[in-house]
Antibody
Framework: EVQLVESGGGLVQPGGSLRLSCVVS????????MNWVRQAPGKGLEWVSY????????YYADSVKGRFTISRDNAKNSLYLQMNSLSAEDTAVYYC??????????????????WGKGTTVTVSS | DIQMTQSPSSLSASVGDRVTITCRAS??????LAWFQQKPGKAPKSLIY???SLQSGVPSKFSGSGSGTDFTLTISSLQPEDFATYYC?????????FGQGTRLEIK
């Protein structure tokens, strides 16, 4: 069974840091690009960051650029999000999501097909 | 950035109804569009990708169509478990962007 399990969320003061992890199982992690997506309380979904299979290509949303760092360890089947200089606007549930699709799908149509259950980050004094 | 606009923002329907949700992109995205379902307190669940392809395990009551800038998600024969919030998302280019969501409620 394909599984993505996030951890590392919690309560942090404004200006603080937190490192989220996403451990995956049930598929070949090193073959899949990955994303982080967040959802503020009562709000919609916001894409945060993307990383390619070999970590060569990385993208960030403007709202987190310069403060967040995405990384991965293919040997550990793990994805990470280092979050610095946190503010109340970063309060959200953070999801990791695999880029994939059903077998036989053209790679160009791969999308965020499998999501973890999320980990909650609260930034408050 | 590509803006995604869904309509309506909320929708009331009855069990057994057929409903359609619309998603419009601010520029052409070919058919690089996905639809997700989200229930309260749960992670989003993928339904449709490439505008009209059904994700494995998703019932055929869900269907998608469109290309370019205009897309639709249709859900037929609504059941209690279908009442949720639905999001469209473009993956034509980064930054990936979502619609604001459509909340489907029981009438």
């Amino acid at each position: 069974e394909v599984q993505l399990v996030e951890s590392g969320g919690g309560l942090v003061q404004p200006g603080g840091s937190l490192r989220l992890s996403c451990v995956v199982s049930g598929f070949t992690f090193s073959s899949h690009e990955m994303n982080w997506v967040r959802q503020a309380p009562g709000k919609g979904l916001e894409w945060v960051s993307y990383i390619s299979t070999s970590s060569i290509t990385i993208y960030y949303a403007d709202s987190v650029k310069g403060r967040f760092t995405i990384s991965r360890d293919n040997a550990k089947n793990s994805l990470y999000l280092q979050m610095n200089s946190l503010s109340a606007e970063d309060t959200a549930v953070y999801y990791c999501a695999r880029r994939g699709a059903p077998a036989g799908t053209d790679y160009f149509y791969y999308y965020m097909d499998v999501w973890g259950k999320g980990t909650t980050v609260t930034v408050s004094s | 950035d590509i803006q995604m606009t869904q309509s309506p923002s909320s929708l009331s329907a009855s069990v057994g109804d057929r409903v359609t949700i619309t998603c419009r992109a601010s520029q052409g995205i070919s058919n690089f569009l996905a639809w997700f379902q989200q229930k309260p307190g749960k992670a989003p669940k993928s339904l449709i990708y490439a505008a009209s392809s059904l994700q494995s395990g998703v019932p055929s009551k869900f269907s998608g169509s469109g290309s370019g800038t205009d897309f639709t998600l249709t859900i037929s024969s609504l059941q209690p478990e279908d009442f949720a919030t639905y999001y469209c998302q473009q993956y034509y280019t980064y930054p990936l962007t979502f619609g604001q969501g459509t909340r489907l409620e029981i009438k």
